[in-house]
């Protein structure tokens, strides 16, 4: 078992950063590839950014691609979601989630093993 708790989100204007936590307990985090995904009311749970289990390789979504950025420290079991220049339709639940084993990069929401229960961020106008 992992278990993550996302912190740090709020509300934030658009053009803004915020930057998003995710901290892992239970089985080695660093055998795990991580994911963040995102969440509207009404719609389905959308892939953001994935890294794998060394911090070696890293995969965007194209909306966020150039303005997220995603990495990890192995030493404090944490994953971090680096939100610059904010848009509007960047507001959602923001959720981490591990997949194991963590060589490869899963965009797939169906694929990860754990989750945690999301961050909401709100961007103003």
């Known amino acids: 078992q992992v278990q993550l708790v996302e912190s740090g989100g709020g509300l934030v204007q658009a053009g803004g950063s915020l930057r998003l936590s995710c901290a892992a307990s239970g089985r080695s985090f660093s055998d795990h590839s991580m994911g963040w995904f995102r969440q509207v009311p009404g719609k389905e749970r959308n892939f953001v950014a994935a890294?794998?289990?060394?911090?070696?390789?890293?995969f965007y979504a194209d909306s966020v691609e150039g303005r997220f950025t995603i990495d990890r420290d192995n030493a404090k079991n944490t994953v971090y979601l680096q939100m610059n220049s904010l848009k509007p339709e960047d507001t959602a639940v923001y959720y981490c989630a591990a997949y194991f084993p963590g060589h490869r990069l899963v965009t797939g929401r169906l694929e990860y093993d754990y989750w945690g229960q999301g961050t909401r961020v709100t961007v103003s106008l």
């Open positions: 890294i794998t289990s060394n911090g070696g390789r890293t």
